[in-house]
């Protein structure tokens, strides 16, 4: 139907066939591929966004992603790509696979690896944004907060209500750099397309029922509304659905703006099919208030033309 002018990442799918088609990648292709592999062995596993940082220093200019796995023993993070190897000062990649960066507990990766949504910090609670930037990591322990709740709940929502929740609790954590900024204009920008998407299916699907229901009338009228028969109050309160809902169509589609290039054109095109359904139904209703003031002797009258 739509096509989103922006995508906050590709499918799953479609990066770990890539990563396997090229036999290279970037944080994400790693994280990716190894979140494929862990869920085909059976473990509950998750592939985390958000950006990286050193002692003192935030890096804020490119983001990067991990894993979160959830163990027997609990949860872990891996972060497949650091693990790999290295870049020297040529900027070539060189191989050097290492463990550091190999089941790691979350209060020791979060002082390197800091997600977007907090609840993948998987602490309880998450820190804030602010406590980051300041580098204090001490965390007081809470019983009104458990992210595997958190988690649970998120993974169970509809896809636009989940990136609503998340947003929310991005901004909560606080907008501290142009990663995190960036990162949740990007969430708006999907949670709108998505909301567009959702109501122009609504739509769409209405006037298909319209359609089905005016499609049945036709073909009580082609067999002179006799097999089966047609009631006079069935006619009539047919023909008043229809032009019911037809409008209601019309007007939910009213209330739908976009400046998104491919939603003006799909919006165009169900105006005109609204429009075209509205008057096939407008004249169905003529044909049917004459044939039903219509003694019944001389109905058989109207299904022939003159």
């Known amino acids: 139907m739509l096509q989103p002018s922006y995508q906050l990442h590709w499918s799953s799918k479609s990066v770990v066939l890539e990563t396997i088609r090229r036999r290279k990648g970037v944080c994400e292709h790693y994280a990716e591929l190894f979140n494929a592999l862990l869920r085909r062995a059976g473990y509950e596993s998750y592939t985390v966004s958000g950006y990286v940082k050193g002692p003192t220093k935030i ?174 109050p069935q006619l009539s309160s047919t023909m008043d659905i229809l032009k019911s809902d037809v409008r209601s169509c019309a007007a939910l589609l009213e209330t739908i703006k976009s400046q998104e290039p491919d939603a003006i054109r799909y919006i165009a095109e169900l105006k005109t099919k609204i429009s075209e359904t509205e008057k096939s139904i407008s004249e169905e209703d003529e044909f049917v208030r004459k044939y039903l003031s219509t003694k019944k002797p001389f109905r058989l009258s109207h299904f022939y033309k003159r």
């Open 59 to 232: 890096n804020d200019k490119v983001a990067h992603a991990w894993n979160a796995v959830r163990t027997s023993k609990g949860w872990y993070l891996y972060d497949p790509t650091w693990s790999s190897g290295t870049v020297d000062g040529n900027f070539q990649f060189v191989k050097d696979l290492n463990d550091t960066w190999y089941k790691v507990l979350p209060r020791e990766f979060i002082l390197t690896h800091i997600p977007f949504d907090p609840i993948w910090q998987l602490l309880n609670p998450p820190l804030s944004n602010h406590q980051i930037k300041a580098n204090d990591f001490t965390s007081v322990k809470s019983n009104n907060y458990n992210f595997q709740d958190s988690i649970t709940a998120d993974i169970s929502k509809p896809e636009n209500l989940a990136l609503i929740s998340r947003l929310a609790r991005i901004q909560s954590a606080g907008i501290t750099n142009k990663l995190i900024e960036q990162y949740t204009k990007n969430l708006e920008r999907n949670i709108s397309y998505n909301t567009l998407s959702e109501n122009l299916k609504l739509v769409n699907n209405s006037l298909s029922s319209v359609i089905i229901q005016y499609n049945m009338y036709i073909t009580a009228k082609n067999k002179q509304f006799r097999r089966p028969q047609w009631s006079d």
